[in-house]
Nanobody, 123 residues
Framework: QVQLVESGGGLVQAGDSLRLSCAAS????????MGWFRQAPGTEREFAAR????????HYADSVKGRFTISRDNAKNTVSLQMNNLNAEDSAVYYC????????????????WGQGTQVTVSS
């Protein structure tokens, strides 16, 4: 079992950057592909980015491509999301999640979830 705890959210202005971190417990972190999702009020949880088990392959939603960068450190059991050039549409609760499916892009394909961290971007 993996427990995930996100941190790093906050209130920023449009154009600013923010770095989210997700700390994982357990010795099996390296077995899981990791993803970041986000959910704004009244909307469905949407995929933002994912990273392979060894960190060598990443995939991004079109809405964040070129602005967000996902990375992981298996030695420290962490996964991060660097977010640059933020805009109001990026405001949401951000969740990290773990999956056994490398190509997982749907929330139902992720088996472990953190509690989320709020990101608010003022325009």
């Amino acid at each position: 079992q993996v427990q995930l705890v996100e941190s790093g959210g906050g209130l920023v202005q449009a154009g600013d950057s923010l770095r989210l971190s997700c700390a994982a417990s357990g010795r099996t972190f390296g077995r899981y592909a990791m993803g970041w999702f986000r959910q704004a009020p009244g909307t469905e949880r949407e995929f933002a980015a994912r990273i392979s088990i060894n960190g060598g392959v990443t995939h991004y939603a079109d809405s964040v491509k070129g602005r967000f960068t996902i990375s992981r450190d298996n030695a420290k059991n962490t996964v991060s999301l660097q977010m640059n050039n933020l805009n109001a549409e990026d405001s949401a609760v951000y969740y990290c999640a773990a999956s056994l499916i490398w190509t997982a892009a749907k929330p139902s394909e992720y088996i472990y979830w953190g509690q989320g961290t709020q990101v608010t971007v003022s325009s």
